[in-house]
């Protein structure tokens, strides 16, 4: 199927989208915070955690469903399939690189879908301070 916007209009498009601060993460920072667990934003840790719970050790990565392959929602692009088959598959594969090596310093990673986060922000909440409640 041919993309139906010009190379210029994709090209935009594909700029607009965040890194940082996107709407679920700011509204999954919020919800923390009511609740009363405090987080960093910034810290030198591999793979640039989301949050990261200094104290307990905890750091916590918010997953885009398309970025980071989600099981349940991701589809392939039907458009140029070798470059996001490789570009995909190594998102993937740093996720899981970064994750063994924050375990080997010791810290405890919390890896959270961003559906996760839209279908039930509670209980997702509760998985965070379930585990830095398992770190006491």
């Not at 405090?38 to 640039?48: D, V």
């Not at 392959?69 to 996720?95: A, G, N, S």
Request: one cysteine or more; glycine letters at 6%; aromatic letters at 10%.
């Amino acid at each position: 199927m041919t993309d139906v916007l010009t190379r210029e209009q994709r090209s935009y498009n594909m700029s607009r989208i965040r890194g940082k601060n996107t709407k679920p993460e700011l509204i999954f920072r919020k919800a923390l915070w009511s609740a009363g667990l405090r987080y960093r934003l910034s810290s030198k840790l591999p793979g640039k955690p989301d949050l990261v719970f200094l104290g307990k050790k905890v750091t916590v990565f918010v997953d885009g469903c398309f970025w980071h392959k989600c099981p349940e929602h991701f589809q392939w692009p039907k458009t140029q399939p070798d470059f996001w088959r490789q570009k995909i598959t190594r998102t993937v594969e740093r996720d899981k690189e970064v994750t063994d090596q924050l375990k080997k310093m010791g810290w405890t990673v919390v890896r959270i879908w961003e559906h996760e986060l839209r279908n039930n922000l509670g209980k997702t909440v509760k998985c965070i301070d379930h585990a830095l409640s398992d770190k006491s």
